[in-house]
């Protein structure tokens, strides 16, 4: 199923570089970000201070997406790092590239 006229996207939130990891899953990123950041995200988010964007992906199908969180949750902490430094190695808050 698809949703007309959004992008899905999975996302890893962190409080700092090799710290505390988040994957979570939206049809508004810059919405749900922004709410991380205000600490209005998770409770597990507002709990360990994770409000820097570190990676997202992008999906048209929900289902695809869901599936892909539920894949990124049950990961190795050391994959989802790799996952994050192939293409953030400086773990850098996507926040403001997102935001221009």
């Known amino acids: 199923m698809r949703r007309r006229g959004s992008t899905i996207a999975v996302y890893m939130m962190a409080n700092q570089k090799n710290g505390t990891l988040y994957c979570g899953i939206t049809s508004d990123l810059g919405a749900r970000i ?18 820097r964007l570190v990676w997202y992906e992008a999906h048209e199908l929900i289902s695809e997406a869901i599936l892909r969180e539920k894949v990124i949750k049950i990961w190795r902490r050391q994959w989802k790092i790799d996952l994050i430094e192939a293409t953030n190695p400086d773990w850098r808050d996507l926040w403001f590239e997102l935001n221009g």
Request: glycine content about 16%; hydrophobic content about 10%.
């Open 34 to 51: 922004l709410s991380h950041r205000e600490g209005r995200g998770s409770r597990f988010c507002q709990r360990y201070g994770c409000k």
